[in-house]
């Protein structure tokens, strides 16, 4: 035991503070042996380890084995795989497709350039490789041969700059806009010979090829001479191809025979897509068996399925998050003492292990999620109701004060919001909460005509990214336009600039460090946590690959005899 | 008869307009452009103005609206801003399927409740009746969304013998489908059972009472004769009425219900809509449950005087 | 005033109308208290109002004190309901829901009554074209979906207590229109209308002062059968997220946030609010049923 303690004691010292905080839990009763497994795997600490010190904190072997283990029978070929997803609010047009079930569905019988995985690795897929020149402002992709489409018609490089440009066209009004603005504009992509696209980028980009990946969900390949009306064909290069599309209902696709990876040629002869109105229906549907997978689900909405011994939840880390703004340019947060006080009042162990159920990691008041490769390794924020009373007194706001928040029903951001509500109470200050539906919330979505942008206190939500160049641009830089804190600071956007420029990755995370540390000190926006990503499987399913962005690879999905 | 049809066609024309106005002005209120609500908060303005412009959001309202009203007299609903589809294949398919739900719990609930009324009435101030009338109240006091959380609970998640939402596989059959339908359908017969029962059971009551009843029972005639050829249609009388009122909650008003079921009716799409502001779509959608409701009261309406002579007389005079 | 002591030989004259008026009303009152629904309903919106008076005396903890680490707690001796999704006592939100229906929904009501009955006095006593211009109105605003009112009234005005009790009061308004319509139009054949006429009364007091008082029956039933629906729709909108906002422990909103978890097993923070809706309706339906018998007689 002792040497077992001492071991233990070792592994805390070289531990994150994310780490040590696990174990402080699993002693204190706080955390069950699941959540500490799972969340201990996640963090990057081996099985084996995590056995090690549950031991020692008491554990038994057995009970540290009872995750919810992957399916890892081989998949019988045949059959058809049903997946459920939110409806697309939407008609099916690559350029405007901008929710979960459309980008889903885009997903699959379109294919990207490069493939953003699990972990945040780019794969190729349709670009064989690529490299840059001039420091990151050009970029050249090799594009694979023998790539046809589903019409037959063969793959080129002149339908990847297509493809491109129609994006970037300011005309078109695409949803890329937001992610190539600033970096890549209309005809700057070019076929240079058979198999090379170059780009040339108005700035050098160290992230690009995520740009260009399936993070950027509307930038599925499409032939050159295409005119609009994806609906009728679903035309791409993917392994599935349209069957049949009933609006409002779902799709179904059928086996591409003629798709060009070998390896990736369906297990399943057919995958059909449900549409499902609400989180709740979704939620019946999986567990009355009317679909095999669930793409995403809520720890709030899908309490149900966590606990359902027939159904398997897969977990990713991601960077999906709540932003709290705090108005910078207004009482009472003008001082940024009182916006650190905000921040140090946040329970955040309640909210990580409470009202996400373990489901998320913590988060540090920046953009810079546990998950992305370039985030810098620094001390985690804790509440502290003491320091937060100091700094408002210091600030002269030592009796509270009262301060309108607003956001919209979705979500748990109506819970977040009354959690907080409660955390403020402490130092005496009021939160009164104005909660309507989105469309209110965000108006006009300029300045002066939404409340989100306009209002002293706000919470907002943001999906997944696999880097964080956009989150760290508008939401912050002092033109970004979803800048609901109002934050201007010149060192800020200069060291963002550096980061973006960056193109090695010790080069990125040392960036990462100052950028870090500089919001953790002026603290506009509280960053609370990043919440996984949970999709839900029927037991007999296995080889479902998702990735926290939405998208779901089902070609080597199929049922476990 | 023709002259009170044709004008209560006339008035009913009317009533449209106005409804089709009413709207109009009312969906203008509501915030946020077209193009912003497709793309969401987060998309470049850039691609929000392009869209718009292409979308002819830009025009001015009246002209707009008088787009839109050349168009329906052509039949030209025109194209749902959200989908980019005819607003009619987005309607129709809504309208089908509500028409489906509507029609399977018409079926069942107004012989139940007829019967039900009737036998309450026959018995009346008997604990039956009194069952009857207080559990048919109970039944529609509880709100529609409680009985679908019940429902599917009992049914669907701890019996699993009926699915939970509403919505059958693609070319699924008949009975298939009507398999889909059972808990929605009895949602709805929960909700309107003690509604239409109470009709039918006030109007038997009435009927019993009245003066060609006593005769026909001192003439000798057998109760359920009596009850079969006399007092069944005046104890329907009401019923129609009522049963007529419901038509437009049946086929605009179950938003919860289809929600729940996930089931994609009218209530759905009109909702989507008025979240999205699809103009073409709101107004037509609101003006399809209008016309069910006006041509229900209307056939009701004729319905009643047919069976009542004495309204017809009064009404023509 | 008594007639019985003097004898003048003449027969009695008849009692004056005031006399017969209360007497009628003292017997609906009696009809009242000798009805066990009506006493039912009342004891038990009698237990509701209390609530709704002394909610926070009444509950056991906080009804907004959340607490996330236990949250969906089953049922125990520390949460007789148990808790909900973000910890709160079910219990305590039960309590303390009864205030807001109990307040919006008679108010909704009430509003809905004021129009409903002026617009059913003016389209009975001036029938002829004004009764056709605004009953088309009233139809049009019929053949609109709840729902539909409710988002945009909604969106224009904010979500709040007050957007719900004009939307439920302007949809109520045709209906209770249509009813008093009918009663008016009865009425207006009465002689003591011509005989107003005929004083050259303006055609307001006539309709206020005169028609109003001899309709009221009809009115008063029509609100309390719409009370029951009032209370009803109140909490469709809640659960479809217009008009009472969180954290408010408002029953059809707790019902919407919990109702997708029933499938996991966590029934309690659904049924106990479910309960109480259904029961409060119940029970005002057996008022309105008590109440529109007293006053058919």
Redesign the interface.
């Not at chain 2, 793309?39 to 850039?46: R, S």
């Not at chain 2, 959200?82 to 589809?85: L, P, Q, V």
């Not at chain 2, 008025?274 to 502001?277: G, I, L, M, P, R």
């Given at each position: 035991m002792d040497e077992t303690q001492r071991r233990v004691d070792e592994l805390r010292r070289r531990s994150s503070e994310v780490e040590n905080h696990l174990i402080d839990e699993l002693r204190a009763g706080k955390i069950g042996r699941r959540e500490f497994i799972r969340r201990g795997a996640i963090a990057g600490t081996s099985i084996p380890l995590l056995g090690l010190v549950a031991s020692a904190c008491g554990v038994s072997r057995e009970e540290l084995e009872r995750v919810d283990p992957p399916q890892t029978g081989a998949p019988q070929p045949g059959g058809t795989i049903r997946a459920g997803v939110l409806a697309p609010s939407g008609a099916l047009d690559p350029l405007t497709v901008t929710d979960q079930g459309g980008l889903a569905v885009l997903g699959q019988s379109g294919e990207y350039l490069v493939w953003s995985d699990k972990e945040l690795k780019p794969v190729p897929r349709l670009a064989e490789s690529w490299e840059s020149t001039e420091a990151g402002q050009v970029w050249r992709f090799k594009i694979r041969q023998g790539v046809s489409f589903h019409d037959g018609a063969p793959l080129t490089p002149e339908d990847v700059a297509a493809t491109f440009n129609r994006l970037a066209d300011p005309d078109a009004g695409s949803n890329a806009l937001s992610v190539f603005g600033g970096v890549l504009s209309k005809g700057n992509a070019k076929a240079v010979d058979d198999t090379t696209v170059e780009f040339q980028l108005d700035a050098p980009n160290g992230n690009f090829p995520y740009l260009v990946s399936s993070d950027n969900y509307n930038a599925i390949v499409l032939p050159a001479s295409y005119d609009g009306d994806w609906e009728k064909t679903f035309i791409g290069t993917g392994p599935w191809r349209l069957e049949q599309f009933r609006p409002g209902s779902g799709v179904s696709y059928v086996r591409n025979e003629d798709y060009w990876d070998p390896d990736r040629r369906t297990v399943a002869d057919r995958n059909d897509f449900r549409f499902y109105s609400n989180e709740q229906a979704q939620v019946f549907g999986l567990q009355g068996n009317e679909v095999d997978v669930l793409l995403q689900f809520s720890v709030s909405g899908g309490k149900a399925l966590l606990t359902d011994p027939d159904i398997r939840t897969i977990e990713l880390q991601a960077s999906a998050h709540r932003q709290i703004h705090l108005r910078n340019d207004v009482e009472p947060f003008k001082d940024k003492r009182v916006r650190q006080a905000m921040a140090l009042l946040v329970n955040r162990r309640a909210l990580v292990d409470g009202l996400l159920d373990t489901k998320s990691d913590f988060g540090n008041d920046s953009p810079f999620a546990p998950v992305f490769q370039s985030t810098a390794d620094i001390a985690q924020r804790e509440q502290d109701v003491r320091t937060a009373k100091e700094l408002l007194a210091a600030a002269g706001k030592e009796d509270g004060f009262r301060v309108q928040l607003n956001t919209w029903n979705g979500f748990e951001m109506p819970d977040l919001a009354q959690l907080l509500q409660q955390d403020v109470r402490q130092a005496g200050i009021t939160l009164d909460l104005t909660i309507t539906d989105a469309g209110t919330y965000y108006g006009e979505a300029t300045f002066g005509e939404s409340p989100w942008l306009d209002s002293t206190m706000g919470i907002t939500e943001y999906g997944h990214r696999g880097v964080p160049n956009v989150l760290l641009g508008a939401p912050l830089l002092s033109k970004g336009t979803w800048n609901g804190a109002h934050f201007k600071n010149e060192r800020y956007d200069s060291l963002v600039a550096d980061y973006v420029a960056a193109v090695d990755l010790d080069v990125q995370r040392a960036r990462a460090r100052q950028i870090q540390e500089l919001l953790l000190d002026e603290s506009p926006i509280l960053f609370t946590y990043f919440y996984y990503y949970l999709t839900g499987t029927k037991n007999d399913v296995a080889d479902v690959d998702v990735t926290a962005m939405g998208h779901i690879d089902l070609a080597r999905t199929g049922r476990v005899a | 008869m023709a002259g009170f049809i044709g004008k209560r066609l006339v008035?009913s024309l009317?009533?449209?307009l106005?409804?089709s106005i009413?709207?109009f002005v009312?969906?203008q209120?509501?915030?946020?452009?077209v193009?912003?609500?497709?793309?969401?908060?987060?998309?470049?303005?850039?691609?929000?103005?392009?869209?718009n412009e292409?979308l002819g959001a830009n025009e001015s309202l009246i002209s707009q609206y008088l787009d839109w009203i050349g168009g329906v007299l052509t039949l030209d609903m025109g194209d749902s801003l959200?989908?980019?589809?005819p607003v009619q294949?987005?309607l129709g398919?809504?309208l089908v399927n509500s028409a489906k739900l509507a029609l399977l719990a018409f079926i069942i609930v107004v012989p139940l409740s007829i019967a039900g009324g009737v036998y309450a009435a026959l018995r009346e101030g008997s604990t039956r009746d009194r069952l009857i009338s207080l559990g048919g109240?109970?039944a529609?006091?509880?709100?529609?969304?409680?009985w679908a959380?019940?429902l599917?609970?009992v049914f669907?998640?701890v019996l699993?013998i009926l699915?939970?939402?509403a919505?059958a596989?693609?070319e699924s059959g008949f009975f298939t489908q009507v398999e889909y339908l059972i808990l929605p359908a009895f949602c709805l017969v929960f909700v309107l059972f003690g509604y239409i029962a109470r009709m039918a059971r006030a109007g038997t009551i009435e009927a019993l009472d009245a003066d060609y009843t006593r005769t026909a029972v001192i003439k000798g005639l057998p109760q359920r004769t009596v009850v079969r050829r006399h007092v069944l249609r005046n104890s329907l009388l009401p019923t129609i009425a009522v049963i007529a009122t419901q038509c437009?909650?049946l086929i605009?008003?179950l938003?919860?219900i289809?929600?729940?079921?996930?089931y994609?009716g009218i209530?759905?799409s009109?909702?989507?809509a008025?979240?999205?502001?699809d103009f073409p779509l709101?107004q037509s959608g609101?003006m399809i449950?209008?016309i069910v409701?006006?041509v229900a009261t209307l056939l009701a309406d004729i319905a009643y005087s047919v069976l009542n002579p004495r309204v017809r007389l009064a009404q023509e005079s | 005033m008594s007639t019985a002591s003097v004898d003048t030989g003449l027969p009695a004259p008849a009692a004056p109308a005031g006399d017969a008026e209360r007497a009628a009303q003292r017997e609906r009152f009696a009809l009242l208290r000798s009805s066990k629904t009506f006493l039912v309903g009342a004891g038990i919106l009698g237990i509701f109002v209390i609530c709704a008076i002394f909610g926070e005396a009444l509950a056991p903890d906080d009804p907004y004190a959340t607490n996330p680490l236990n949250d969906l707690a089953a049922p125990s001796s520390d949460h007789w309901f148990g808790t909900d999704r973000v910890g709160r006592d079910v219990f305590s939100r039960v309590i303390v829901g009864a205030r807001d229906i109990l307040v919006v929904a008679p108010a909704a009501t009430l509003l809905g009554t004021v129009i409903g009955t002026a617009l059913g006095l003016i389209t009975g006593y001036y029938r002829g074209a004004v009764d056709d211009v605004v009953s088309r109105v009233i139809d049009a605003f019929l053949a609109i979906p709840v729902v539909i009112l409710g988002i945009l009234a909604i969106t224009a005005l904010g979500p709040s207590n007050l957007t719900v009790i004009i939307v439920i009061g302007v949809v109520f308004a045709p209906v209770i229109a249509r009813t008093v319509r009918a009663a008016v139009l009865q009425e207006r054949e009465m002689e003591y209308v011509a005989a107003a006429q005929l004083r050259n009364e303006k055609a307001p007091y006539v309709m206020f002062a005169e028609i109003l008082p001899n309709v009221m029956g009809p009115v008063m039933v029509e609100f309390t059968v719409r009370l029951g629906y009032a209370v009803f729709t109140v909490a469709t909108l809640s659960f479809l997220g217009f008009g009472i906002q969180p954290p408010a422990p408002d029953w059809g909103v707790q019902v919407y946030e919990h109702y997708g978890l029933i499938s996991g097993g966590y029934w309690w923070p659904v049924l106990f609010p479910a309960l109480a809706i259904g029961i409060l309706v119940i029970a005002v339906n057996m008022i309105a049923d008590g109440i529109a018998k007293a006053f058919e007689r």
């Open positions: - | 008035l009317i009533t449209l106005l409804l009413i709207v009312g969906s209120v509501l915030p946020g452009d193009g912003r609500n497709i793309l969401g908060p987060f998309a470049d303005q850039q691609a929000v103005d392009a869209l292409q959200a989908f980019r589809r294949e987005v398919d809504a109240l109970s529609t006091a509880v709100p529609d969304f409680v959380v019940l599917i609970l669907s998640l699993g699915p939970a939402t919505t596989p693609p437009g909650y605009g008003g938003l919860v289809e929600t729940i079921f996930n994609q209530g759905q009109l909702f989507r008025a979240q999205e502001k709101l609101v449950v209008g409701y006006l | -």
